[in-house]
């Protein structure tokens, strides 16, 4: 049985090193399940420079998720549980990685 049509699964998965201004397709480890989360993965040489990592997905159908200000701008700020925007990575000049919300 197919899940009904609201119910997506993620087809693509992109990384961007350069803080979202340029996206590189991740492989996505499989299996991808609709509401789920999916671990994929990228290749990245990094340079010892500090820079924000950021990941989004692309459903079956072609929707983008959103980045973090097109998210709140569309749900406002009182959605910890079902944030669903773009998750930006702080890796500073140490190569400490720190999630940008915490």
Same mark, same amino acid.
Request: glycine letters at 4%.
């Given at each position: !049985? ?13 990384? %961007?090193?350069? $803080? ?8 996505? /480890? ?7 989360? =999916? ?8 340079? $010892? ?5 950021? %990941? ?5 159908? $072609? %929707? =983008?998720?959103?980045?973090?200000? %097109? ?7 009182? @959605?910890?549980?079902?944030? /669903? ?7 500073? @000049? !140490?190569?400490?990685?720190? /999630?940008?919300?915490?």
């Amino acid at each position: !049985m197919a899940p009904p049509p609201e119910i997506r699964r993620p087809a693509l998965d992109e990384v %961007s090193i350069d $803080g979202a201004k340029t996206w590189k397709q991740a492989q996505l /480890n499989h299996p991808a399940l609709p509401k789920a989360q =999916v671990r994929f993965q990228a290749d990245w040489i990094w340079d $010892g420079k500090p820079t924000k990592i950021v %990941s989004r997905s692309t459903d079956e159908k $072609g %929707s =983008v998720q959103p980045d973090r200000k %097109s998210f709140i701008d569309r749900t406002g700020t009182n @959605a910890l549980f079902h944030y /669903n925007a773009q998750q930006t990575w702080s890796v500073d @000049a !140490m190569g400490r990685v720190r /999630n940008v919300l915490a």
